[in-house]
């Protein structure tokens, strides 16, 4: 039982860091997008959007996302203990 809230607690631990974190690198991307292009991010049912400026900003959202998350769960690894070091990447 006590191998099975172990997993559990990792669960919680390792999802909540990855939400937390797609949620703030989201947060940036849309911010940054607006900073460096001053327009605000494009939207696929906006159509005025030119189909470049879509494929540019969702490459550089889930980029910026996935770096995010894989340092979220670097971080979740070393707070959750010496067991979250034994879960492979």
């Known amino acids: 039982l006590e191998c099975l809230m172990d997993d559990l607690g990792w669960k919680i631990a390792s999802a909540g860091a990855m939400a937390l974190s797609a949620l703030?690198?989201?947060?940036?991307?849309?911010?940054?997008?607006?900073?460096?292009?001053?327009?605000?991010?494009?939207?696929?049912?906006?159509?005025e959007a030119a189909?470049?400026?879509?494929?540019?900003?969702?490459?550089?959202?889930?980029?910026?996302?996935?770096v995010a998350q894989r340092y979220a769960l670097r971080g979740a690894k070393k707070w959750y203990g010496p067991r979250a070091s034994q879960i492979e990447d």
């Not at 969702?58 to 996302?65: E, G, P, Q, Y």
């Open 24 to 47: 703030a690198a989201g947060k940036v991307t849309e911010l940054g997008w607006k900073l460096v292009t001053g327009h605000d991010i494009p939207r696929e049912d906006d159509d």
């Open 51 to 66: 189909m470049v400026s879509l494929i540019v900003f969702a490459a550089t959202s889930a980029a910026i996302v996935a």
